[in-house]
């Protein structure tokens, strides 16, 4: 694949534009669970691998450089710089060294890192990126394998996986959720779902009806359909996935056909039509105040929300897994990951490897989730927690990352893909033809699959 300057550009116009949170409009979800997608060239020649700069370690030691997105995250980088420290004065050998950028600008730096060969040792990537980076020969495989993630119990969402082999580890992740007030689910006889017993597609319709005969709501839910960028494909594509229908063909990832515009995808597209056709939904809210001021019953939106809503109703609120639509209820998944660049060298690399491990047992994991509030990625580490242990306020959320998360394609060609399902659903929610529309968004993620040779796969 040859890379030309224009397309180094595209590269690094495409990082800057992927600091898109996962949340709609007004609502932005902290740092940490924020979804991006990043396209970048594979270079024909690989650049000269020369890790980032470093300062003079402690006598003895081997400097490691990590980067991180985390600067304007307060909460996230204390915990970055704690572990550090942590490691840096239990190692006889190893001295991590961080640098970290402010969200809006860590892409960028990445993307330029990238292409001149100037990675750090360590630095975290946004699941969905992750492929592409492997793809692109930027990234190294992690000596662990399968039984070891296994044993270590992470939750399959946050392996960053392509074809065959772990690229990235994630501490923390996000779940997609129904908000509700018990008080008005009980007033109109609704029932309360569980994981193990999720409204099916008949009755989630019939609760939409009976919400908007009631005339006490301006509509039934708040879809959060005003959101914009990766939050279309994160918060939307799990229910085509429960339709039946999915972004890509995953036995092949060759082809979009079928899969994005089969029937069970119609069925989706016009399920999601039908929100807004029919006032289920606001098309186009202006804030994301609509369950918090009554004029919505019900509220979708991520777990990083729940303590706005638990401050606002109390123990009246309500975490209510997704509607299963005939495939199961499924939610999205996948948030930041450590990752090891080819940039490092043999020694630095061994030393890397020892802090990302080190930063994934459950006291360090359950340390992140304590200061966060953001999902443990463990079991071990759940239970370290007061909010996520088995009886925890928010241990729903746990519980429906490990049994509902979808991750989104693992694909070097997920930022088309990402792109051309969001162009689809904003036409399907504003009124155009179905099948047009996901015909035109199989169409562009084939040709861009074609013009890069099926990005490896066979």
Known sequence: MKTSIWKVLIALVAMAMIVSACAPAATQAPAATQASATQLPAPTTPPVATAAPTTPPAAGKVAVSLWTHSAGNPTEIAVDKQMIADFNASSNKYEIQLQAFPQASYNDSVAAASVAGSLPCILDLDAPTVPNFAWSGYIQPLPITENDVTKMGILSADVGRFQGKIYSLGQFDVALTIFARKSILDKYNIRIPTLEKPWTKDEFQKILDTLKASGQFDYPIDMGAGGTGEWVPYAYSPFLQSAGGDLVDRTTFTTAEKALNGPEAVAWGQWWQGLFKNKYANPTPADDQ?????????????????????????????????????????????????????????????????????????????????????????????????????????????????????????????????????????????????????????????????????????
């Not at 997704?322 to 061994?350: E, F, H, R, T, Y």
């Not at 659903?425 to 074609?450: S, W």
């Open 290 to 458: 609509e369950f918090y001021t009554g004029k919505a019953a019900m509220y979708y939106n991520g777990s990083w929300a729940a303590d706005t809503v638990v401050k606002a109703f109390g123990s009246d609120a309500l975490f209510l897994p997704s509607v299963d639509l005939g495939k199961g209820p499924k939610i999205g998944a996948g948030s930041w990951q450590w990752g090891i660049s080819k940039a490092c060298s043999a020694d630095a690399a061994a030393g890397a490897w020892q802090y990302i491990n080190y930063i994934m047992q459950p006291k360090q994991v359950a340390l992140m989730s304590k200061t966060t509030g953001l999902i443990p990625t463990t079991q071990d580490a759940a239970a370290l927690t007061d909010n996520y242990k088995e009886g925890g306020p928010y241990r729903v959320f746990y519980d429906m990352a490990k049994a509902e998360a979808v991750v989104r394609p693992p694909t070097p060609g997920y930022l088309v893909i990402s792109s051309a399902y969001e162009q689809a659903a904003t036409k399907i929610r504003d009124g155009n033809d179905v099948q047009n529309a996901l015909d035109d968004a199989v169409d562009k993620i084939n040709q861009d699959i074609k013009d890069h040779n099926n990005y490896g796969f066979k």
